[in-house]
């Protein structure tokens, strides 16, 4: 797929490259980015440039990591946003946000405009987000989209080679008022 660029009123979401590697560099110095998500610690100026020359463009072009950078409209690097198809019709997101931009829905409002995107171009019906038990900020983003929180998996996530319990939720089309690809036949008590 070619890499899509998406918009809101306050934000350019986009595919990143190389003219970004120094931007990426820069914003994952920060422990609490190194700490939460699973970029290397430390993250070299290395690992920067293959994230930015090689997983990205080979995401998109395999179809299997939707990664957007968010801008604000001047330009300015304000987060991370990615995409992973883990099944058929189910991705998972992750993201983090730039310390200097943390706080202002930057990452809500990204999160929202990118699951929209995936519903209605790619057809997936369900967006997991996983965060590590302890990850207030991540989970206050995915609550503020819309994901409903639905429990802790014991051992699910793997960082740095130490197995973490993580919560998980979801995102449906129907929780922004589109239609699945699917019919969905919710369990009944």
Same mark, same amino acid.
């Given at each position: 797929?070619?890499?899509?660029?998406?918009?809101?009123?306050?934000?350019? !979401?986009?595919?990143?490259?190389?003219?970004?590697t120094?931007?990426?560099? @820069?914003?994952a110095?920060?422990?609490?980015?190194?700490?939460?998500? *699973?970029?290397?610690?430390?993250y070299?100026?290395?690992?920067?440039?293959?994230? *930015?020359?090689?997983?990205?463009?080979?995401?998109?072009?395999?179809?299997?990591?939707?990664?957007? &950078?968010?801008f604000?409209?001047?330009g300015?690097?304000? #987060?991370?946003? &990615? !995409?992973?198809?883990?099944s !058929?019709?189910v991705?998972e997101?992750g993201?983090w946000?730039? %310390? @200097?931009?943390?706080?202002? +829905?930057?990452?809500?409002?990204?999160?929202?405009?990118?699951?929209?995107?995936?519903?209605?171009a $790619?057809?997936?019906?369900?967006?997991?987000?996983?965060?590590e $038990?302890?990850?207030?900020?991540?989970?206050?983003?995915?609550e503020?989209?819309?994901?409903t929180i639905? #429990?802790?998996l014991?051992s699910?996530?793997?960082? %740095? #080679? $130490?197995?973490r319990?993580?919560? $998980?939720g979801?995102l449906?089309?129907?929780?922004? +008022?589109l239609?699945s690809?699917?019919p969905?036949l919710?369990?009944?008590?």
């Amino acid at each position: 797929m070619e890499p899509v660029t998406l918009t809101t009123d306050r934000l350019i !979401l986009r595919t990143v490259g190389p003219h970004d590697t120094q931007a990426v560099y @820069e914003a994952a110095q920060d422990p609490e980015i190194q700490r939460w998500t *699973t970029v290397p610690s430390p993250y070299l100026p290395e690992h920067a440039s293959g994230f *930015t020359e090689e997983l990205v463009p080979d995401g998109w072009a395999q179809g299997s990591i939707f990664t957007f &950078g968010v801008f604000l409209t001047g330009g300015e690097l304000a #987060g991370m946003l &990615g !995409l992973t198809m883990r099944s !058929l019709g189910v991705a998972e997101v992750g993201f983090w946000a730039a %310390k @200097e931009h943390r706080g202002r +829905g930057y990452v809500t409002e990204a999160t929202l405009t990118a699951c929209r995107w995936i519903f209605t171009a $790619v057809g997936v019906d369900r967006v997991e987000w996983r965060a590590e $038990v302890g990850n207030r900020a991540s989970r206050a983003v995915a609550e503020r989209a819309g994901f409903t929180i639905e #429990g802790t998996l014991r051992s699910a996530l793997n960082n %740095k #080679g $130490v197995r973490r319990d993580c919560w $998980v939720g979801s995102l449906l089309p129907s929780d922004l +008022g589109l239609p699945s690809t699917a019919p969905y036949l919710p369990a009944r008590p």
